[in-house]
């Protein structure tokens, strides 16, 4: 996407990637270059009670937070690049009479009106062409994906930003940003997306599908993309902190127990002994041993892939068969034990967990490798805000 919900600036400084999540805010800064070098990568809880569905409530302590770590980390940012909540945000690819761009500008609001869930003067949106006018016939229809999300939402982001002293440079979505970070970025700029391995022989990058699967704290994102082409996104109810709650009614905790729960013993597949043994799980805790874990997580699994089930379905049915090459997952939902082999198995898919630090330079003595290795999917949304704020916001 080169154009959405953007709003450039005279000037094009580098911009820090701020990323507000429910669970919390992560703040990724880079030097510009070829590839981008890692300078900050930050995550700090976000404040409880402030973020209520991704929706910022109580902007003030948000930005108290987000300014404590702007200082204690030493990141002197001025500008940002932050994103809507996936719950706001709305994308569709849709059809319009062929026209040059500049006719598209005046007549997108009205194309799009009819496919929004929100009154469109409610809204902030943007598009992008999917085809170039130019090389089609006069009588074909050309595709344009359209994003938006309300004006109300967007504004509480900037106020936040605002607050915390930070410019914003521009908004984007979730799903793009994911996106971005894990193409490959030998210039440092372009808008293309590349999901490929460009060590493997077997798929060509320019017609390959891929599905990219952000699973946040309280929402998940559906992306699909053939080559550089996004095909859909759609939203999924079901997130992480759904599988945090079915195990906080069952053993009866507050949120925060069932949360360490879940990280201690939690698994997306049926736990071998051997598993069970490398979890190491407290015996005077015997109530919450894999086993019994994982019949408690396993119908918000259930849930999810179903969800996954019909978003694939609702694409086919609108544009025919697929063959889906690679599934990703990102977000901190992905840090499951066993969630990408029980998506895996139960899809048919090669499914792995993201990877984007492999596209940016890292000084290995000035960060905790462990730390980014093991928050490397959380972080996947802040890295691609930061690229897009080093890449003249393309």
């Known amino acids: ?30 030097k510009p270059g070829s590839p981008p070098q890692l300078t900050h990568a930050v995550m700090l809880p976000t404040p409880v009670g402030a973020m209520r569905d991704g929706l910022v409530v109580e902007p003030a302590r948000v930005a108290a937070e987000l300014k404590t770590a702007l200082s204690k980390y030493g990141i002197a940012a001025k500008y940002a690049v932050t994103a809507v909540p996936n719950q706001s945000a709305v994308t569709r690819n849709i059809l319009v009479p062929r026209m040059d761009r500049k006719d598209l500008d005046e007549a997108i609001k009205w194309e799009a009106e009819r496919y929004l869930p929100y009154p469109i003067d409610d809204v902030t949106l943007d598009y992008d062409l999917l085809d170039d006018p130019t090389t089609l016939p006069e009588e074909q229809s050309m595709e344009v994906v359209v994003a938006a999300a309300p004006t109300e939402a967007i504004a509480r982001q900037i106020e936040v930003l605002r607050l915390a002293g930070l410019e914003p440079a521009v908004i984007d979505l979730k799903p793009f940003a994911a996106l971005r970070s894990l193409r490959p970025q030998p210039h440092g700029t372009g808008s293309k997306v590349d999901l490929s391995n460009t060590q493997s022989t077997k798929h060509d990058p320019a017609s390959e599908v891929a599905l990219l699967l952000e699973i ?78 994982f019949d408690v997580i396993r119908p918000v699994l259930g849930d999810l892939i179903t969800e996954i089930r019909r978003s694939l379905e609702f694409y086919r049915v609108q544009a ?25 198995d139960a899809l048919g898919f090669r499914v792995e967990v993201v990877s984007p630090w492999k596209h940016v330079a890292i000084d290995e003595s000035r960060f905790d490798m462990g730390f980014l290795h093991n928050n490397a999917p959380e972080f996947t949304v802040p890295l691609g805000l930061a690229l897009r704020g080093v890449s003249n916001f393309d």
């Open 320 to 344: 025919g068969d697929l063959v889906v090459d690679r599934t990703y997952l990102a977000g901190g939902g992905a840090k499951l034990r066993g969630l990408a082999a029980a998506i895996g």
């Open 216 to 293: 946040g704290a309280s929402s998940s994102v559906l992306t699909l993309t053939r080559g550089d082409r996004l095909l859909i996104t759609r939203n999924i109810a079901i997130a992480a902190d759904d599988f945090t709650t079915a195990l906080q009614r069952a053993f009866d905790l507050d949120f925060n127990a069932a949360e360490d729960v879940k990280i201690g013993y939690a698994t997306a597949t049926t736990p071998t002994e051997d598993e069970e043994d490398l979890l190491n799980f407290d015996l005077s805790r015997e109530q919450y041993s894999p086993a019994r874990v």
């Open 1 to 30: 996407m080169t154009n959405v919900l953007q709003r450039l600036l005279n000037s094009r400084p580098a911009a820090i990637g701020v990323e507000l999540g429910t669970s919390a805010i992560k703040i990724v800064a880079l």
